[in-house]
């Protein structure tokens, strides 16, 4: 019996004694980008777990990646999107030391910034418009139609996409659920582009737009991934919806 007494004192000794030495930062996290992947690394005073959590939205890092238990920590990330911002959070499975930005580069194309994405819309909803005066007269070549993202990046709910296209694909003749997932993003940039009714709820930042003459409605969520895609039947649902009528320069996704 004293021998076992003995032994837990022990042991609560050595574990008494290491939480009084807290996890520290030490330094700054070091970012190496890339085009579809980056490497992060940082430093701690003591050894502890090693977890980065990202994403692309600053209150919803839904991804995350682990290593050893050390205090000099690396993470590589695959699988990014060229030339995006993502948010992330270093530290350990108990401890958050950090959190920051970083954007993936862009190849070739970084050279010359893109154009904004509600410029690629009225562009491909006005083929014709004319430059300015003051430009030279551009090259000839088609216009690529606008593209939507990957499905991962577009609908909010990953699990539930399924279920909305067994239900409501055959409203917009959808071939797939990732074309489902496609027509819904579309619907938004043309919703913005266009200013057809929307409405935002503040109780939980959910965006609602419709369009009177097709009577396609869609929900998105406060980060602009889609949340359902359907043509309603009734003509008295879209005044039905909670919300408070916005304008597409109102909008600012996270």
């Known amino acids: 019996m004293k021998g076992f007494v003995s032994l837990f004192i022990s042991t ?16 700054q996290p070091q970012i190496l980008p890339a085009a579809t992947a980056a490497t992060i690394k940082w430093k701690t005073n003591v050894d502890c777990g090693t977890r980065l959590q990202y994403g692309l939205n600053a209150a919803q890092l839904d991804r995350k990646a682990e290593g050893a238990v050390s205090s000099t920590h690396q993470v590589a990330l695959e699988g990014l999107a060229p030339g995006t911002t993502y948010h992330y959070s270093v530290g350990s499975s108990r401890t958050k030391l950090a959190t920051g930005t970083f954007t993936t580069t862009g ?7 893109a154009p904004s994405l509600m410029r690629r819309v009225l562009d491909a909803i006005v083929p014709d418009k004319k430059p300015a005066p003051s430009a030279p007269p551009p090259v000839a ?7 939507a993202p990957p499905t991962r990046q577009t609908w909010g709910h990953i699990d539930s996409l399924q279920d909305h296209f067994d239900r409501h694909g055959r409203d917009f003749s959808s071939t797939s659920p990732d074309d489902y997932a496609a ?4 619907f938004l940039q043309r919703a913005r582009a266009e ?9 939980d930042g959910t965006l609602r737009a419709f369009d009177p003459k097709t009577r396609a409605f869609a929900a998105y969520n406060s980060s602009g991934r889609t949340k359902t895609y359907f043509r309603p039947e009734s003509s008295s649902y879209w005044q039905r919806q909670p919300g408070r009528p916005v304008k597409s320069t109102d909008l600012r996704f996270k």
């Open 12 to 27: 609560l000794v050595v574990i008494i004694g290491t939480l009084a030495h807290a996890v520290e930062l030490i330094g």
């Open 107 to 113: 190849g070739a194309a970084a050279a010359t910034p």
């Open 141 to 147: 070549k088609a216009t690529a139609p606008l593209k």
């Open 183 to 186: 027509q819904a993003w579309l």
């Open 195 to 203: 200013n057809l009714p929307m409405k935002i709820d503040d109780t």
